[in-house]
């Protein structure tokens, strides 16, 4: 049995066992037996509200008790919360499978995990490279520019330099 603490400062204790996997699928429509494929993880850590519907549906014995509704859940459920209840729920997932499965999820959590923090590093590296902030001048001058050219006189708009003020040749 795993836990995680909600935002505020309730201990929330997750168990996945036959159960469980009923209640989920029966109050979410989530039938967390597909794990093993390993889409059903991606689509979890990946939407927080259906990873936050799940984990209230496998903690719903433990609510009732504590007369907490799921929408006093998911206002108690942000940021660190969530992180925490989506490390229970994974490891406690893992542990739900007999051994030779529990190997084979285990190992797509753990490369799920990697490809994560892979992808958090990226974009960190993005966001200190300063490319953003090259792209957003860009964008901004070629903004700019267009904003000049539709503020300019009719006449003015195809690029040549304004007529001179002299008078024209007489002929």
């Not at 496998?58 to 459920?77: H, I, N, T």
């Not at 070629?142 to 300019?152: G, M, R």
């Amino acid at each position: 049995m795993k836990t995680f603490t909600d935002n505020t400062g309730r201990a929330w204790s997750l168990a996945i066992n036959v159960d469980a996997v009923k209640r989920v699928k029966a109050l979410v429509n989530v039938d967390l037996l597909e794990a093993i494929e390993g889409k059903l993880i991606e689509r979890l850590v990946a939407d927080p509200i259906l990873l936050c519907d799940v984990v209230f549906a496998l903690c719903k014995p433990q609510a009732d008790q504590l007369g907490v509704s799921d929408e006093d859940f998911g206002r108690a459920m942000a940021g660190d919360a969530i992180e925490q209840a989506t490390s229970a729920m994974l490891e406690e997932l893992v542990d739900f499978f007999p051994s030779r499965r529990r190997a084979l999820l285990a190992k797509a959590v753990g490369k799920f995990r990697i490809l994560q923090d892979t992808v958090i590093s990226a974009a960190e590296a993005r966001l200190e490279s300063g490319m953003i902030e090259q792209r957003l001048a860009m964008e901004l001058a070629a903004l700019d520019a267009e904003i000049t050219a539709t503020l300019q006189p009719p006449g003015e708009r195809s690029g040549n330099s304004p007529a001179s003020s002299a008078s024209p040749p007489v002929r």
